[in-house]
């Protein structure tokens, strides 16, 4: 049975973190939870999937919904807009879903001051080597790239407290129960359990033998 509502939770992190394989990891073993797919201007690449990677739109679309209130976040990187459907959450939210925004800092902090009873998770690696390591075994980046990264991680780092629970992810199994305690102990709060146990409160404070 679900609960009366679904929570939101909002995971940040510097690339490299970890972040994208704790939550893929996540969703594979709880199907309470699921993920926001973001909204954006930019050309959809070879290989994505317009409503499973992102919500590709016009800019002009995207600036309507903006004007309606209708992003719970929005920022734009390199000249492309990305934000969040404030409709998408809230009604996925209704359906009792747990549901995950993956955004920096910035973005949790605007959602924070519309939905402040979401829950913020920070991510950061176990040091700034291993995070280093982590960016070069990608073979994906040069050497000026992962240099950018550092630094752009180095920022997001400097912004952890603004979360409500920080995860270190040294070892992945141990980061992936550490994030799935956060959603469980949401979730054994008395008011989801009344709900969920309804029947059973009913029959244990019945004065029947």
């Known amino acids: 049975m679900s609960n009366t509502s ?24 709880d199907s309470q939870i699921c993920v926001s797919v973001s909204h954006t201007t930019r050309t959809i690449r070879d290989g994505e999937q317009d409503g499973v990677d992102y919500n590709f739109v016009a800019q002009k679309d995207f600036a309507l919904l903006v004007g309606q209130q209708q992003m719970l976040e ?8 990305y934000g969040t459907s404030r409709q998408w959450v809230e009604s996925s939210l209704a359906q009792g879903k747990d549901v995950i925004l993956e955004i920096d800092w910035q973005g949790r902090d605007q959602v924070l001051d519309i939905f402040p009873q979401a829950i913020a998770i920070t991510i950061l690696p176990p040091s700034q080597q291993a995070l280093q390591h982590r960016l070069q075994g990608r073979g994906t980046d040069s050497n000026a790239v992962i240099a950018k990264r550092m630094a752009e991680a180095h920022s997001e780092i400097s912004h952890y407290s603004g979360s ?9 199994q141990h980061a992936l129960a550490d994030l799935q305690c956060i959603f469980t102990s949401r979730r054994l709060k008395t008011p989801q359990q009344t709900h969920n146990h309804d029947q059973l409160l009913q029959e244990l404070l019945s004065t029947g033998g």
């Open 6 to 29: 679904g929570a939101l939770y909002i995971l940040s992190a510097p690339s490299g973190a970890g972040k994208t394989s704790l939550v893929k990891a996540l969703l594979a073993q």
């Open 74 to 81: 929005y920022a734009t990187v390199f000249e492309n807009s």
């Open 164 to 172: 409500h629970f920080l995860v270190i992810n040294d070892d992945f």
